[in-house]
């Protein structure tokens, strides 16, 4: 029986009559609902017409706070008034209403808390089952439906072959083997939250790439132990960031955010995989250290103290089983692996710890049970029994392979010789786990010889009657032996690069099995083969290795790519409730990858490329016929189809505050929608101006929203099915914008009223993303409009779910001219994230790819091709090098000189081959082409610029870049500005050796997040943030510089910083949308 099945409940009906009629109040309902399915939070979608039941039902579960709630309309008419009631209350992007269908349930597998059905007839004759329903259910959750007055509720248990993982390696007994039988491929996304990627600290950086050092699956619940949280950064990442550990509990099934507990400054450092935290969570508790250094004991549910165990020292490595809580405590152990010049290294983070002990406590009463006076470095247990590496003092040879800081000396003994280290006494403890009785020991040097003194011990894999033991000279495996789990006999010792997994019985290693009992070899071949690691470890589930540092698997012995997500580094994949699981990264390799905290599972069919480039109906509104309007004056984000944020206008003559309107947007301090502040976006995306009405969208509302330029007064408003990321665009009179339900809008800019709406997604499936439910394909970035035909792009990236597809339609109609998909790929480096689609010479470009605007066929991009040559030289060169050292090294007349020759005579002849391409003076998305994201980018105000390292204009990059046909304009370090003359620009890969026409820096504290090219004015926007202690609120600003000469002619303040890209300049003045949710529009007062 797999973990998971301990907690499944038996499935149960239980049916109340309630009278049918028009004294009940829907309040009551949402009560007996709750009541009966024992939930009040989680995600909750509800199948009904626009009755007033189901409408009160809905906003009634939404008005708690703790329900993000999800409907499905079961007819046009329905949708129009559930959207009306979710409006009247203000809980709109609380409330989400669709017209979607229902045979199959949009929703992807075990996604849904709480499914209610107030009408089971009426589902029923549109064609829902309960089969289908109970399928989208998530285990722990229920399915409520209401038959002619009767409630049926019906719990769902966890599903037959679902597994947990609830410690760092799997289970108490470190074996690397899940027992989860539902996760299979194809895979697509379930959810994704938390900060898009991890915190980097200037003050210390060593687990950037790293930050989550604790990882369980149990119970319904995804555990995390980290200090990549929201509560750790401020309002701009120049201000610096805390570094507290936090516990965060979520949703397994949709990742909505359930708790979050403060542990403080403890620390685990270092990127090798077995630097952990210990943290373990089992049946209904978290248990873990206290920045204090004794055992915190965590209620899984709420995060609450249950209790704290003052130990002997610190914990530093944890296991629970049978009851019993075994730690290995580290004097010292609150900090450990802080690198001693702040980065990153792959070094054992134990190393410098002299003293310790291994104690046992009562899960029940956290009373000692035992305690040895042992330093142990790790810990497992199988079958009653525990097992210990004790070490004698500290490992001495593994600290002198640290950074040193800067003309720090390596350590020298009397005479000035180099010291040389050997590791201390090393040996393995078997104790019994109930009462802490020594059965046994074995020094390392007794059963691994005289090389022992140079290698380090760690125990893997224990069970089956066996002890394995991992011998590493440095940090990969050189050795293993398995070691008799009754006596402490080798049973087998074998040099290898593997772990050993134990299955079936069998001991596995490379590949090879072998009898556990006596070490004889089984087979040569047809067993599991997880190599040993350094960052990110292997993980066997299911017929599958999860080898997918780069997204590969092997599955039934083939070899498969899933590009969604890249395991984390020290984490894996984890396998878990039929999903997997992976915690952020900060790495570059993977630039395909979505942002924040990814579960991704078994879909029902991944769509092919000709699902994908389907055309679907468009549907008409009633402005479908309206008269189209003169141009706009900044019809689309960054004014034009190039994206240059250049305009023809002048800058205005002052930068008076005309008129500020506040737009209604949903609050992010409940539980429900706290989840949507980790995404990090503004609450306004950056407005357009045509014909005196100024639009924006409400990203968290899913609103777009039309405003008077003249007197700021709200025109309109228009509430789509899911969030809009980027400003929507004005064109002849029609506004057009995508959301993430997967659709393109059209509206009459005029009055906000729907002209027609297209699907671009290839279906209406639906998954979790940040606290909303969202398509898998959203639509991403402004919609493009260019010589009278508009593009749209949908999908997350081109790693998951069948890529992104990109669409060409008529404005006016949604009629579509042509479609193409940027699929997957095994090479997963050549991907990347949906992002802005822009114009550039003559062809359409979305990151790195571009396209015939008039066919959609890929064309080639000459950026593109120049680094692919220039990363093959530089590639070739370092290898040169390389080599060169290796032959002086060598001396010459060897044989290892000679053939250290031949490499590189076939090294040089490569580089000679080599031939540059031709370069172009052209945007460029990201630095050396590398970046996982675009101009859609949020977040590197706020956590700093990895994933997203600058765009650029030919050669001359910034975090901010605009342009025009005379200059371009740069932005870096958050208040640098620098112009260049376009004759002074050079092509991208060239150095820019020319100065500046002029630079300018803005005070400390600014941070630009928006910058225009006006006809004779550098136009500047962003926030102003506080540089000291004093408590000061984030402000904003804008400001103008002279284009000749770079002189401040002018700043205004504003109460709030202004939003990512957020400035629109008109006739009438500029536009600016700020992060407090306001609009306003800056210009020459009046007169009076």
């Not at 206008?649 to 947007?665: E, F, K, M, Y």
Request: hydrophobic letters at 40%; proline letters at 5%; charged letters at 20%.
């Amino acid at each position: 029986m797999t973990n998971a099945s301990k907690y499944a409940q038996r499935v149960w009906t239980l049916c109340l009559l309630l009278a049918c009629c028009s004294s009940i109040v829907a309040g009551e309902m949402a009560r007996d609902v709750m009541r009966l399915a024992k939930r009040d939070h989680g995600l909750c979608a509800i199948i009904g017409t626009g009755s007033s039941e189901t409408m009160e039902l809905a906003t009634d579960l939404a008005a708690t706070g703790r329900m993000v709630v999800h409907v499905i309309a079961l007819d046009d008419p329905s949708a129009v008034q559930l959207k009306s009631a979710a409006r009247k209350l203000g809980l709109e992007g609380i409330v989400t209403v669709e017209r979607l269908p229902i045979h199959p349930l949009p929703y992807r597998d075990d996604l849904v808390n709480l499914l209610v059905v107030p009408d089971g007839a009426q589902a029923k004759a549109a064609g829902l089952t309960r089969a289908e329903a109970l399928r989208v259910v998530a285990p722990f959750g229920s399915l409520c439906i209401r038959d002619a007055g009767e409630w049926q509720v019906t719990l769902k248990p966890v599903s037959a072959g679902m597994d947990e993982w609830t410690h760092n390696v799997h289970g108490p007994d470190g074996n690397r083997v899940s027992a989860d039988t539902v996760v299979s491929f194809p895979l697509g996304y379930r959810w994704h939250a938390g900060l898009p990627f991890n915190i980097s600290n200037r003050e210390r950086t060593e687990n950037r790439y790293a930050s989550t050092r604790g990882l369980a699956v149990t119970g319904g619940r995804c555990f995390t132990f980290s200090d990549s949280v929201i509560e750790n950064i401020k309002g701009a990442y120049s201000l610096g960031q805390s570094k507290d550990q936090y516990v965060t509990a979520r949703d397994a099934f949709n990742g909505l955010l359930l708790w979050r507990r403060k542990i403080g400054s403890v620390y685990y450092g270092g990127l090798w995989y077995m630097n952990l935290a210990p943290f373990v969570a089992v049946g209904d508790i978290v248990c873990t250290s206290s920045e204090k250094g004794g055992l915190l004991v965590l209620d899984a549910a709420t995060g609450k103290v249950r209790r704290t165990i003052d130990t002997s020292y610190a914990p530093g490595d944890l296991l629970i089983d049978r009851g019993i809580i075994a730690t290995a405590t580290w004097k010292g152990g609150t900090s450990v692996g802080e690198s001693k010049i702040n980065r990153y290294e792959r070094r054992r983070m134990d190393s410098g710890i002299a003293e310790g002990a291994v104690e046992a406590y009562s899960l029940k009463t956290g009373k000692q049970r035992w305690r040895h006076e042992r330093l142990a470095t790790s810990i497992r247990s199988a079958n009653g029994l525990l097992f210990m590496v004790c070490r004698e003092g500290p490992d001495q040879l593994e600290e002198s392979r640290r950074f040193r800081r800067r003309g720090e000396a390596a350590p020298k003994d009397e005479d000035g010789n180099p010291l040389v280290f050997t590791r201390p006494t090393q040996s393995v403890v078997a104790v019994d786990l109930a009462t802490g009785k020594k059965l046994w020991e074995v020094v390392a040097s007794d059963f691994a010889g005289e090389e022992s003194a140079q290698e380090h011990l760690r125990l893997d894999a224990v069970g089956s009657g066996v002890v394995s033991v991992i011998h590493s000279r440095d940090l990969r495996t050189d050795r293993v032996t398995l070691l008799s789990a009754k006596a402490g006999r080798v049973v087998l010792q074998k040099k290898s690069g593997h772990f050993p997994v134990l299955a079936g019985g069998k001991v596995h290693l490379g590949g090879r099995t072998y009898n556990s009992a006596s070490g004889a070899e089984l087979s040569k071949s047809g067993g599991l083969s997880i190599g040993s690691t350094v960052c990110t470890p292997s993980i066997a589930v299911n017929n599958m290795i999860v080898r997918n540092r780069g997204g590969a698997f092997t599955v039934d012995g083939r070899s498969m790519v899933y590009g969604g997500a890249r395991g984390a580094c020290s984490m894996s994949s984890v396998p878990a409730f039929g999903a997997f699981f992976t915690a952020q990264n900060w790495c570059l390799c993977s630039p395909q990858q979505i942002s924040g905290f990814i579960s991704f599972g078994p879909v029902r069919a991944v769509p092919s490329r000709e699902e994908m480039m389907r055309a679907t109906a468009v549907v008409r509104g009633p402005a479908f016929a309206a008269a189209a309007a003169d141009e706009g004056e900044w019809p689309m984000f960054r004014y034009g189809p190039e994206r240059g944020s250049a305009c023809p206008r002048p800058g205005p003559a002052a930068l008076d505050v005309l008129w500020q309107t506040s737009i209604p947007s949903p609050s992010t301090d409940t539980f429900a929608t706290r989840n949507w502040a980790e995404y990090l976006n503004d609450p306004l995306t950056a407005p357009t101006v045509a014909n005196g009405i100024a639009v924006t969208a409400a990203m968290d509302s899913h609103q777009v929203v039309g405003i008077r330029v003249r007197d700021g007064v709200i025109a309109w408003r228009f509430t789509a099915g899911g969030r809009i990321d980027s400003a929507p665009t004005v064109y002849r009179g029609i506004c057009l914008f995508g959301a993430h339900d997967g659709f393109v809008y059209a509206l009459n800019a005029a009055d906000g009223q729907l002209r027609w709406r297209m699907r671009m997604a290839p279906n209406d499936d639906r998954m979790v993303s940040y606290g909303k439910v969202e398509s898998p394909w959203p639509v991403i970035g402004s919609v493009l409009v260019d010589d009278g035909v508009a593009y749209a792009s949908a999908g997350r990236t081109q790693g998951s779910d069948g890529g992104i597809v990109v669409r060409a339609f008529a404005p006016e109609t949604g009629v579509v001219s042509w479609a193409t998909v940027l699929g997957p790929s095994n090479n997963v480096r050549s991907l990347r994230r949906n992002d802005l689609i822009l114009k550039t010479g003559d062809a359409l470009q979305l990151m790195i790819t571009r396209l015939n605007p008039s066919t959609g066929e890929t064309v080639e991009n000459p950026t593109q091709t120049l680094r692919a040559y220039l990363s093959v030289v530089t590639r070739l060169k370092r290898d040169i090098a390389t080599q060169e050292k290796a032959l002086k090294a060598a001396g010459e007349g060897t044989d290892r000189a000679a053939g250290i020759k031949a490499k590189l005579e076939k090294l040089r002849q490569g580089l000679a081959k080599q031939v540059k391409p031709p370069s172009e003076r052209a945007p460029e998305l990201g630095s050396g082409g590398r970046d996982s994201e675009g101009f859609v980018s949020w977040n590197w105000p706020r956590i700093g610029d990895r994933k997203f390292r600058g765009m650029a204009y030919g050669n001359v990059g910034g975090t901010l870049v605009s342009w025009d046909a005379t200059a371009a304009c740069k932005m870096t370090y958050d208040r640098r500005l620098a112009l260049y003359d376009m004759a002074e620009v050079g092509k991208v890969g060239e150095k820019l050796a020319a100065k500046p026409d002029w630079a300018a820096d803005l005070p400390a504290g600014y941070q630009v997040t928006s910058l225009v090219l006006c006809k004779d004015a550098v136009l500047v926007a962003g926030g102003v943030y506080k540089t000291s202690d004093k408590p000061t609120a984030d402000t904003g600003f804008v400001a103008l510089f002279s284009r000749a000469k770079g002189k401040k002619l002018g700043e205004c303040a504003l109460p709030a910083p202004v939003a990512l890209g957020g400035v629109a300049v008109t006739g009438s003045g500029i536009v600016t949308t700020l992060r407090d949710s306001t609009v306003c529009l800056l210009g020459q007062k009046a007169a009076e």
